[in-house]
């Protein structure tokens, strides 16, 4: 059985940082492009940053290039997304996503709250 599972999230001051996980099992992740999306009330869902299988290269959204930064331990099936200089535009829900040739996993997602 296919899963993805994310934690990590929370309520977080304008400036802190977070650290979310993702823990993939029932397929093979190492050969697998890992991402992380967001979608905030009213909006699309976004790209946040990306992955590749062996880890060598990442990309980014924009609005997050320089703060947030995207890893994969390929031992414990995890991939993380470190998120600093929070900001309340980022306030959203994150979806862990898995994908290689026609397979596309997702997660439940976790909530990331900014806010003083």
């Known amino acids: 059985q296919v899963q993805l599972v994310e934690s990590g999230g929370g309520l977080v001051q304008p400036g802190g940082s977070l650290r979310l996980s993702c823990v993939a099992s029932?397929?093979?992740?190492?050969?697998?492009?890992m991402r992380w999306y967001r979608q905030a009330p009213g909006k699309e869902r976004e790209l946040v940053a990306t992955i590749t299988a062996t880890g060598g290269s990442t990309s980014y959204a924009e609005s997050v290039k320089g703060r947030f930064t995207i890893s994969r331990n390929d031992v414990e099936n995890t991939v993380y997304l470190q998120m600093n200089r929070l900001k309340p535009e980022d306030t959203a829900v994150y979806y862990c996503n898995g994908f290689w040739w026609r397979n596309d996993y997702w997660g439940q997602g976790t909530q990331v709250t900014v806010s003083s």
């Open positions: 029932g397929f093979n992740f190492r050969v697998y492009i």
